[in-house]
């Protein structure tokens, strides 16, 4: 059975930081592309980061870069997604999905073009 598992998720004031985890099991993990999405409230899903585990090539939302940094465990199955600078339009719940077939170069991941597997969220809430 595959899981995608997220956790970290808080409430942290502006400027503040967090770090995600997505334990992922059921699958070949270095196979995979892993990706990080988030969805506000009343707005759609958007793709945050993902890495793509092979390589470890990172692509990174127009709105992210800088703050947040993907990273991976392959020894325990496990991507990061370490946020700083947080604002509160970063607040939403965080996904992490999986795909072995993303490319990434097209940007076509940001809308989870080719994520087969979607875990459940962690809610992350920046204060003002």
């Known amino acids: 059975e595959v899981q995608l598992q997220a956790s970290g998720g808080g409430l942290v004031q502006a400027g503040g930081s967090l770090r995600l985890s997505c334990a992922a099991s059921?699958?070949?993990?270095?196979?995979?592309?892993i990706g990080w999405f988030r969805q506000a409230p009343g707005k759609e899903r958007e793709g945050v980061s993902a890495i793509r585990i092979s390589d470890g090539t990172t692509v990174y939302a127009d709105s992210v870069k800088g703050r947040f940094t993907i990273s991976s465990d392959n020894a325990k199955n496990t991507i990061y997604l370490q946020m700083n600078g947080l604002k509160p339009e970063d607040t939403a719940e965080y996904y992490c999905?999986?795909?072995?077939?993303?490319?990434?170069?097209?940007?076509?991941?940001?809308w989870g073009y080719g994520m087969e597997y979607w875990g459940k969220g962690t809610l992350v809430t920046v204060s003002s």
């Open positions: 059921g699958f070949t993990f270095d196979d995979y592309t």
């Open positions: 999905a999986a795909g072995e077939y993303v490319g990434l170069a097209s940007g076509g991941w940001r």
